[in-house]
């Protein structure tokens, strides 16, 4: 999938879309996304083996 058609689906609230987004940031500092849309909600997780660092 290129990546404005990646855009438009996700601008248009395609959960796959938004994950696979969300995930080339996540993905280099061990985090992966999950979306799926469950009663007209998108859901969100995200998993790590580890948790980040708190940020002051």
Do not use: Y
Not at 2 to 10: G, H, I, R, V, Y
Not at 20 to 46: V, W
């Amino acid at each position: 999938m290129n990546q404005p058609n990646l855009l438009e689906l996700a601008k248009q609230g395609d959960a796959k879309a938004i994950a696979t987004l969300m995930n080339r940031k996540l993905q280099p500092k061990g985090i992966t996304a999950k979306a799926s849309m469950k009663n007209d909600c998108l859901q969100i997780m995200l998993e790590s083996a580890q948790v980040p660092p708190k940020k002051h």
